[in-house]
C-alpha cells in the first residue's frame, strides 16, 4: 500500500500558560453533562460524568455486527467505546461535537478514544491507515466540518498511524437513516461510498472511524466499498453504540 502523501499529520497549538489562564478566567471550561467547572481546557466531561457513561462491551459491539450479512462480511473487528442513550450524558457531548461547530471535541474525544484502543491492538498490527466515514460535500458545507474525520485525527494521533480523508468518498447524498429498518438502511446506502483510487487501499490494512454506531449499515457500506476496491482488512472503531 502506498500511504498518500496527504496523511494528515494533526498538531496540537498551545497557547503561552498566561494566555491560556486568561482565557480560562475569562471563559472557564465547563463539563458538558453538568456544566460545572472542570480542571482544564481539553477536558469535556467533568470525572463523575465520565465514569457515569455506560462502556459498551465487545459481545454487545460483536453482535450488533452479525444483524446484517453484509456488515459481518465487510468488517474484521469492531470495537465501539461508550454506549449512547438518547437524553444522556453522551448526546450532550455527541450534539456539541455534531451541530454545535465543535471541531475540536471531536480531536480530544479521538484521542481518549486512541488510548484505549492502544490496548487492543496490543495482540494485533496497527493499522497502516485511519479512514474516517465521509461526508457527503453538501452535508460538509452545511456543517463546516466532518465530526468523524476529527475523531479520525485524534485516533491517529493517539496510535501513532497516519489518518487520510481523501482514500474515500460519499458520491451521493442519501435520505435520513433515522426511521428505516437495518435492511432499508443497507438498501439507502448502496453506491454511496467510492475508492477514488484503488491502488492507494490495495493490501491495506484500514481503521475505519466514525461517531455512533446504530445498525452498523454506513460503516458496512463503507467497509464494502475499500473491500472491493482491494484492501485486505477493515477494522472499525467507533466513538460509542447507540443503545437498542
Known amino acids: 500500500m502506498k500511504i498518500p502523501k496527504r496523511a494528515e499529520n494533526v498538531h496540537r497549538r498551545a497557547f503561552h500558560p498566561f494566555v491560556a489562564g486568561l482565557l480560562n ?3 472557564p471550561p465547563i463539563c458538558l453533562g453538568c456544566g460545572e ?3 482544564g481546557s481539553d477536558m469535556i466531561l467533568c470525572l463523575p460524568c465520565l465514569r457515569a457513561v455506560d462502556r459498551a462491551e465487545e459481545s454487545e459491539v460483536e453482535a450488533r455486527m452479525q444483524r446484517l450479512p453484509e456488515v459481518r462480511e465487510a468488517i ?3 470495537f465501539s467505546l461508550w454506549i449512547f442513550d438518547k437524553g444522556g450524558i453522551l448526546q450532550q457531548v455527541h ?3 455534531k451541530y454545535g461547530n465543535r471541531p475540536l471535541y471531536g480531536v480530544l474525544l479521538g484521542e481518549i478514544l486512541g488510548a484505549v484502543l492502544q490496548q487492543k491492538y496490543e495482540r494485533r498490527p496497527l493499522p497502516e491507515v485511519i479512514v474516517p466515514i465521509p461526508l457527503h460535500r453538501t452535508r460538509f458545507y452545511e456543517r463546516g466540518y466532518n465530526q468523524s474525520e476529527r475523531l479520525a485525527a485524534g485516533t491517529a494521533r493517539a496510535l501513532g498511524v497516519p489518518a487520510a480523508s481523501d482514500l474515500l468518498m460519499r458520491g451521493r447524498s442519501t435520505a435520513s437513516q433515522t426511521r428505516l429498518s437495518r435492511a432499508e438502511r443497507w438498501k439507502n446506502l448502496s453506491g454511496a461510498f467510492e475508492v477514488p483510487d484503488p491502488s ?3 493490501d491495506a490494512s484500514i481503521l475505519l ?3 455512533v454506531l446504530t445498525t452498523g449499515a454506513t460503516a458496512g457500506a463503507a467497509a464494502q466499498s475499500l473491500k472491493q476496491a482491494g484492501a485486505f482488512r ?3 472503531v467507533t466513538l460509542a453504540m447507540a443503545r437498542t
Open 95 to 97: 450534539h456539541a461535537l
Open 209 to 211: 472511524v466514525d461517531d
Open 25 to 27: 478566567l475569562a471563559f
Open 76 to 78: 474484521d473487528y469492531a
Open 234 to 236: 477493515v477494522d472499525l
Open 37 to 39: 467547572r472542570v480542571a
Open 200 to 202: 492507494q487501499v490495495r
